[in-house]
């Protein structure tokens, strides 16, 4: 009797944590396509597109609008050109491995609200190009 009453408790708690939707955890950032990220900065207001390749190449040609900050400086300590971490921010290098490096580190210094779309290779819109 007391082993059926154990088998029955245990079934059911592992009924309880299989059958839910995973969770999504706080501390990561969402990853979006090319045209997501169009469609995005047509609708949102007040956010930030960051380019985080190297200033060389942001001053080559950049989306218009971003700020740079390399992903190579982005470490520890908080960053004064992003005094917002609920702001939303938009990250993009040049083929999408920098800014998911980057928006895995902004996440680690409290940003919530990152957003990482890929690289400039594949960016159909305008470009700019100087500082």
């Not at 060389?56 to 960053?79: M, R, S, V, W």
Request: aromatic content about 6%; charged content about 25%.
């Amino acid at each position: 009797m007391k082993i059926k009453r154990i088998m029955t408790i245990l079934l059911s708690l592992l009924s309880l944590t299989g059958c839910g939707a995973p969770a999504t955890p706080n501390n990561t950032y969402k990853q979006i396509t090319m045209n997501e990220a169009i469609v995005m900065m047509e609708k949102e207001k007040d956010y930030i597109i960051l380019d985080v390749r190297r200033p060389d190449e942001f001053a080559e040609k950049h989306i218009p609008g971003a700020i740079n900050i390399p992903n190579e400086i982005i470490g520890t300590e908080d960053i004064k050109e992003l005094p917002n971490k609920k702001q939303l921010i938009l990250v993009y290098c040049r083929s999408g491995n920098r800014s998911k490096q980057a928006s895995e580190k902004l996440v680690k210094l409290g940003y919530t609200n990152i957003v990482e779309f890929g690289g400039i290779i594949d960016w159909p819109g305008e470009t700019v190009s100087g500082n």
